[in-house]
């Protein structure tokens, strides 16, 4: 089976712990991604709030670190580009909170790095705008504004999640090309701020955009925990909603704390594949592993 994620989380995290992408103990690895067919994979950069005064540099150096890894290991993995390998991961680099992104040239530099796509905040507020839970109702700044911009006529990826609610409607008004929420849920399901409400998915939707799923359970099921059952819910609401050609999986990997039960890791996600099958049959489980993520990022690379 094919797989194709819109987030993790493990490129800095193997990073800040000076440990391999391909072999180590965290929630993905390449040497997991490598059980699936022609695997892809978004690797993000995410900036602690510990590097935050230096995150441009930050980011550089998680850069550098993938690049290294990716040569250390040139047989496992490669820059995806439209065309897949078998037995080694497509990797696409992007940005989680757009701190790093301290000016338009800042952009331009980690586009020519091979950024494909930035999620525009993380929690916090930063120069392009506010995230969800950062307590600000401000929406983008004028920067952020140039970015977006930006991002368009480089054929960047606009990513809201995170961005709070005005932020968000400033990107539908703004952008020019589709946006993405790479790793948000419904809020209808589960009232967690970092979900999406219906009128977002909408709006994603009619756009052109996609939406990944998320594993974790506080954004699946308001006890904080979770099991497929909470993840074939989701699943199904999106579907309902008419969003079959836009669902995709984004599992948010070495970015959450804990994983839904028996998918505690990228190992384990045949598991919600055969559900998948199970419960929407294979054309459904192939669109949300492979299909529909592959169609959306081809029509940008």
Known sequence: MKYFDLHCDTLTKCMNDDTSLYKNDKQNSIEQLLKFETPI???????NDEFVPRAYDYAKNAVDYFYKQAKLY????????????TNSVGAILSIEGGEPVESLAALDEFYALGVRLMTLTWNRVNKIGSGMTSGSEDGLTDFGRQVVKSMNKKSMIIDVSHLNIQGFKDVAALSERPFIASHSN????????RNL????????????????????????????RADMD????HTSYFLDK??????????DMDGISH?????????DMDRV???????????????IFFDNAKCFFDSWL
């Open 41 to 47: 994979q978004l690797f993000a950069i995410f900036t």
């Open 74 to 85: 040139g047989d496992s993995i490669y820059i995806y580009n439209k065309e897949t390998k």
């Open 186 to 193: 419904s809020f209808s399901l589960c009232a967690h701020p």
């Open 197 to 224: 409400r219906h009128w977002q998915i909408e709006e994603i939707k009619n756009c052109g955009g996609v939406i990944g799923l998320n594993l974790y359970p506080p954004f699946l099921n308001e006890s904080g």
């Open 230 to 233: 909470d993840i074939l819910r």
């Open 242 to 251: 008419g969003c079959e050609d836009i669902l995709c999986l984004g599992c």
């Open 259 to 267: 994983t839904p039960e028996n998918v505690e890791c990228t190992a």
């Open 273 to 287: 594949y055969h559900a998948f099958y199970k419960n929407f049959g294979s054309r459904i489980a192939d669109k």
